[in-house]
């Protein structure tokens, strides 16, 4: 006979069904796992052999062989375990086989038969729900997978719990979904002294998911201005909480089962490596590009970042997703993010004070800036120069629009952009994701605007997607300005970001 349990396999965000097929022939004492298992699966037998005898459970004397099916899908990481001795008790008849099958598990299993937290517990719970399912999982894991209402999750401590579940002695009450995580944030944009047009870029960025490259001077606030982006980004809306989180489940990152409704802030390293920024590595995991989903990356001191990771990003900006491509499986994960770039004008950062500036100058500002290629910096909706703040603004009282008063004008636009894309396409949220006919169709401007925005076109050269871009800026200016039509001012401000930099660059 062949007892069967189900778990997943794990490509990107996807959860692939795997079913774990257990067989007792006659033969040699054996215990061999096949279906094209890696390292960790493979050493599962040694962790259920264990297990089951810190229950006093003895294996048959016969041949045991697990099959994961399909045979041809890779197999990674420890959370077979529990599957494989859940498919294993059920040939031996400890627990039912109907019970078996109507489950999707997940776990890591210790030598002592506790149950170990494991990475990929709401996807598993996606596709449990998917199958009608019950989904087994270890009970730290079991808070997060609960957020799934569609399916019943049963969270157990060890495998004894499990047995005694199945088994009708001491069934295990479904588990309930983990607390919202609201972190409190201390800090306001009114903390910004001066730098009102960087604040009305951060605005309009927040608004429509624009990306932003700030370029200054060490010092004028262009790291404080970004750490305050996200006070004023409304909060995830159920969906996208769900599709952030699930990328943070792969990665390991949510907090006991928690779901933030924050957006993600992520701020790697210039040494960060390629696998570490795009995704990568043995189990191509997501990287910051991804875990910055429906969230913010920033990347200060961007021209330090190596060439080949910037040029890495010009293909997921433009998309809203990156292809992890291996020699046995390509992996695709979503990076809808709003980049905001930071540099100084060059490597010392004084090009612009003839005082403190080296003799190199302009020369050093070419080069060092010359590292963002222009294709990459065509991606990039907004572009300002943040000057230093003079020591009578910084003692200025602080009399500027808190982050809250700024968030609530955000979140008037984004309702805007919601009332008008409506259901037609879900994968249009903002104004940064249109395209094609329907950026002409809500972003067409009037006579006066077009004039202007031909006129620009021509003499600076714009390329097809900086037009485009700017059309999407004006858009959520119109926008923040409570505006159905796209007019002459709206344009101009679109354009003055595009182009205030660009003579610097």
């Known amino acids: 006979m062949v007892a069967r349990a189900y778990t997943v396999a794990f490509e990107g965000v996807e959860a692939h ?24 699966v493979s050493e599962a037998r040694d962790r259920v052999r264990s297990a089951l005898a810190s229950m006093a459970i003895a294996l048959p004397s016969k041949r045991i062989t697990i099959n994961l099916s399909p045979a041809d899908l890779p197999k990674e990481g420890s959370h077979f375990d529990l599957p494989i001795a859940v498919a294993l008790l059920a ?52 808070p997060e997978a609960a957020w799934v209402a569609a399916t019943q999750v049963i969270g157990a401590a060890t495998l004894a719990d499990v047995v005694r579940h199945y088994s009708g002695q001491s069934p295990l009450k479904p588990s309930e979904p983990g607390e919202v995580h609201t972190p409190k944030n201390a800090r306001d944009l009114r903390d910004v002294k001066g730098q009102e047009r960087a604040k009305r870029a951060l605005e309009i960025a927040a608004a429509g998911r624009h990306h932003l490259f700030m370029v200054g001077a060490p010092g004028s606030g262009k790291s404080m201005l970004a750490a305050r982006l996200p006070t004023i980004l409304p909060p995830l809306s159920p969906a996208e909480a769900l599709e952030t989180s699930m990328i943070h489940s792969i990665a390991g990152l949510l907090d006991q089962g928690g779901i933030s409704r924050s957006r993600p802030f992520r701020e790697p390293h210039h040494t960060a490596s390629m696998a570490a920024i795009v995704g990568g590595g043995r189990r191509a995991s997501p990287g910051e590009i991804s875990l910055a989903h429906n969230g913010v990356l920033f990347m200060d001191e961007m021209p330090e970042f190596s060439r080949p990771v910037l040029e890495t990003l010009r293909q997921p900006i433009e998309t809203g997703q990156v292809m992890i491509a291996r020699a046995n499986a390509h992996v695709t994960y979503p990076c809808k993010f709003m980049l905001i770039a930071a540099a100084n004008p060059c490597r010392c950062g004084h090009m612009f004070d003839p005082a403190q500036a080296c003799a190199r100058v302009p020369d050093c500002g070419q080069d060092y800036l010359g590292r ?5 910096l065509d991606r990039l909706d907004l572009r300002i120069e943040v000057p230093p703040v003079s020591f009578q603004d910084l003692d200025l009282p602080n009399d500027g629009d808190t982050s809250e008063t700024v968030a609530a004008r955000v979140s008037a636009a984004q309702a805007r952009q919601t009332a008008r894309f409506g259901q037609d396409d879900p994968t249009i949220r903002v104004n940064a994701d249109v395209h094609g006919q329907k950026l002409e169709e809500i972003a067409t401007p009037d006579a006066e605007g077009r004039s202007l925005l031909s006129h620009v076109a ?48």
């Open 458 to 505: 021509e003499r600076f050269g714009l390329s097809a997607r900086g037009y485009h871009r700017v059309l999407r800026v004006a858009r959520t200016i119109a926008d923040l300005d409570q505006s159905d039509t796209v007019r002459r001012p709206h344009l101009a401000e679109a354009i003055s970001f595009r182009l205030s930099s660009a003579q610097d660059i």
């Open 91 to 142: 040939a031996i008849g400890i627990i039912p086989e109907d019970a078996s099958e109507s489950t999707v598990s997940l776990g890591e299993l210790s030598l002592d038969g506790s149950l170990v937290g494991v990475t990929g517990a709401l996807p598993a719970a996606m596709s449990a729900a998917e199958e009608d399912r019950t989904l087994l999982c270890p009970a730290v894991s079991s």
């Open 17 to 40: 069904q795997v079913e774990v097929q257990c067989a007792l022939t006659p033969g040699l004492p054996a215990f061999s796992i096949v279906g094209l298992p890696d390292k960790a």
């Open 372 to 376: 963002l290629s222009g294709p990459l």
